[in-house]
């Protein structure tokens, strides 16, 4: 483990539920997703991660400009994506959009990189699903080319060739940190290391131990291609109440569902209380107490040795005053707690 433990939150937007049980607007949605990030700053979280989605159910589509409208409004927390979804958009569009978070905050902006878990942006956006393994890996190799800076020259088959090209803005800094976001693919996590890049785990279902094999094959992969120490991040999902019963009573109708309905679409069956239980007993999802969450995590970190906990404490319709008070909690009791736990 490194010398420092992060914490942040992640928010995919998801569309939530007013007072009177009726949906918000997104644009509603969208404005309160900058109170939650204003809040986590305000509590010294280390870092805010929002969402990409191309649906009815979420609202963030472009979660660089909800970036830029936080960057205005908080003064430390660092900024990213939660994910950036390469495949279907265009990396040098995607760096100058970062690049211009990261002159907005100072030099806070962060992207994390993936091939996302929906499909909708490839239609939207004129992409072919059979092209899936040549875009991410044609996109992610022409990003590393921008992070190293200076002119560009790259050639593959997606686009037509650079040749000696600038691209800006330049980040103030000459760098712009960029996570590998992998949910258990070895490939994913084999690539991370060759690009020299940090790792990303999104772990959403099952025991966190789980993933060991591929915390170490990323050790090994960096060792062998002579890479340097890089952090690894865990995204999760979660909710803080004040005890373990309200936490589980709150999250319950809102994470069936957002589980329920995504599940439709996969044929997934209905999700039950017995399994929502089960994952938070022996899962990833981190959700009761203060204490309860706390011990989870840094049960999670003893095991994977990650640098940096995520926790995506947005959940379908989970009402906003909900998530600000469970973000209240992550900042004031959980944080210092597994602080304490780990020391």
């Not at 809040?39 to 159910?57: K, P, W």
């Not at 080319?145 to 997606?158: E, F, H, M, R, T």
Request: proline letters at 6%; hydrophobic letters at 40%; a negative charge.
């Amino acid at each position: 483990m490194s010398d420092k433990l992060e914490f942040g939150l992640d928010t995919f937007g998801d569309v939530t539920a007013g007072g009177d049980g009726q949906l918000l607007p997104q644009a509603q949605v969208i404005r309160n997703v900058v109170d939650e990030a204003v809040l986590a700053d305000q509590l010294c979280i280390d870092f805010i991660g929002v969402g990409e989605h191309h649906r009815d159910d979420f609202a963030v589509s472009t979660p660089e400009t909800v970036l830029a409208a936080i960057a205005a409004r908080t003064e430390r927390i660092k900024l990213g994506s939660a994910v950036t979804v390469l495949s279907s958009d265009d990396p040098i569009r995607v760096f100058q959009r970062f690049s211009t978070v990261d002159a907005l905050s100072n030099g806070r902006a962060e992207v994390i990189l993936g091939r996302g878990s929906f499909t909708e942006s490839f239609p939207l956006f004129g992409y072919r699903l059979n092209d899936y393994e040549t875009l991410f890996t044609e996109k992610l190799d022409l990003f590393a080319a921008l992070l190293k800076g200076g002119p560009v020259s790259w050639q593959g088959s997606i686009r037509p060739p650079l040749e000696n090209q600038r691209v800006y803005p330049p980040t103030e800094s000459g760098t712009l940190k960029t996570w590998i976001g992998v949910g258990g693919s070895p490939e994913s996590v084999v690539r991370a290391a060759r690009y020299d890049l940090p790792l990303m785990l999104a772990i959403i279902g099952g025991d966190p131990k789980r993933f060991r094999p591929y915390v170490d094959l990323y050790h090994r992969a960096i060792d062998q291609l002579g890479g340097s120490k890089l952090p690894i991040g865990v995204h999760s999902p979660g909710y803080v109440a004040n005890t373990d019963e309200q936490a589980r009573e709150e999250l319950w109708p809102h994470y069936k569902k957002m589980h329920d309905r995504i599940g439709a679409e996969r044929g997934w069956p209905p999700t039950t209380q017995t399994a929502f239980n089960s994952e938070a007993d022996l899962g990833s999802l981190y959700v009761g107490s203060p204490e309860t969450v706390a011990r989870k995590i840094a049960a999670t970190v003893k095991a994977l040795g990650n640098t940096r906990f995520q926790m995506k404490y947005s959940s379908g319709p989970l009402p906003h005053e909900k998530m600000m008070r469970s973000i209240e909690l992550y900042g004031t009791k959980v944080v210092p707690m597994v602080r304490d736990l780990l020391a």
